[in-house]
């Protein structure tokens, strides 16, 4: 059997693994394919690309961009991107700079209550363009100012919390335009854990692909529930580990397997998406 893992991280975004770290698990684990979902970002594909390369896995760049329809805040996976489009690099950009200025924020929240942070304490530890809350809570961890990464979120960061900062999000509608025009595929991540299951038809009306229903925090109840409402709206079905590095001492990735057919179905779309715009150009 071949199996695939669509939803990981680097330290492009929150992730703490390089692409070459990533790329290593993946083969020591035995995946066939992997994507690259960075929050908000594609600037891990390009290495990612020949990480994979080398470990002889086939890689599909990807990005994992933070959406709302109306109040509900979503997040939109990406897949089969062109990781140079430059619409999609531009618009990325934007919500990029929403993420460092939140930063900037969510410090001068957490001096208000006395504790004294620099924000230029979590761009040097973030290094990245994409930064978010784990950098400042793994910032408050490095400066000794927390004893834990669950303590930073409890008492500042969690949304509700002091230091929580709302952050500008992209239309989902338009998320998934911007996906389409770069030449991927669009689909919602993690429908478990957000619970919003009331979108998914006008998502779906808008042109959405597919469904995360593997993921690393769906019960297996979760993912049957999930699989049901792919087949009623015929979506593809997608799954992932959400690896942000190590968890409870070991890599997370390799806690969803998903089963390639699910991948040759996704290119499957993309060919037929293809042949029917050529038609249309005709
Ligand atoms: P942001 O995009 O900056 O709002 O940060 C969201 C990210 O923070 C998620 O993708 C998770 O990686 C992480 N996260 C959210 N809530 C928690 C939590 N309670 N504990 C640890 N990490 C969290
Ligand atoms: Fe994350
Ligand atoms: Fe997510
Ligand atoms: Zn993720």
Redesign the pocket.
């Known amino acids: 059997m071949k199996f695939a893992d669509l939803h990981l ?1 680097t330290f492009f ?2 992730g703490t693994f390089s692409p070459e770290e990533l790329a290593g698990h993946g083969a020591r684990l035995g995946f066939a394919a992997m994507a690259l979902t960075d ?2 970002s594609v600037e891990g594909c390009a290495r990612m690309t020949v990480a994979c390369d080398a470990a002889g896995i086939e890689f599909i760049p990807g990005t ?1 961009l ?1 959406a709302e329809l109306g109040d509900t805040e979503l ?1 939109l996976l990406g897949y089969f991107l062109d990781t140079h489009n430059e619409k999609l690099l531009a618009e990325i950009s934007k919500f990029q700079i929403v ?1 460092q200025n ?1 930063i900037h924020e969510m410090v001068a929240a957490i001096n208000k209550l006395g504790v004294p942070l620099e924000a230029e304490t979590v761009f040097a530890l973030a290094n990245c363009k994409s ?7 793994r910032a408050l961890v490095k400066a000794g100012l927390v004893a834990n ?2 303590e ?3 008492r500042f ?2 949304k509700g919390r002091p230091a929580w900062v709302p ?1 500008a999000k992209m239309s989902a509608l338009e998320g998934m335009e911007l996906i389409h025009q770069a030449g991927g595929l669009a689909v919602m991540a993690h429908p478990g854990l957000n619970r919003t299951d009331e979108i998914i038809p006008a998502l779906v009306d808008a042109g959405m692909d597919g469904i995360e229903c593997f993921h690393t925090k769906h019960s297996t109840a979760t993912s049957e529930r999930y699989l049901q409402i792919a087949e009623k709206y015929n979506l593809l079905v997608t799954g992932g580990s ?1 690896c ?1 590095g190590f968890s409870k001492n070991k890599p997370l990735i390799g806690t969803v397997k998903l089963p390639y057919e699910y991948v040759e179905k996704m290119k499957a779309k993309i060919a037929e998406k293809k042949l029917s715009t050529t038609d249309a150009h005709r």
């Not at 930064?131 to 809570?137: K, T």
């Open positions: 991280h975004s929150d929050h908000d994992e933070t997040h993420r939140r930064p978010g809350r784990p950098h400042v809570a990464l669950d930073a979120f409890e960061l969690k952050k959400d942000h």
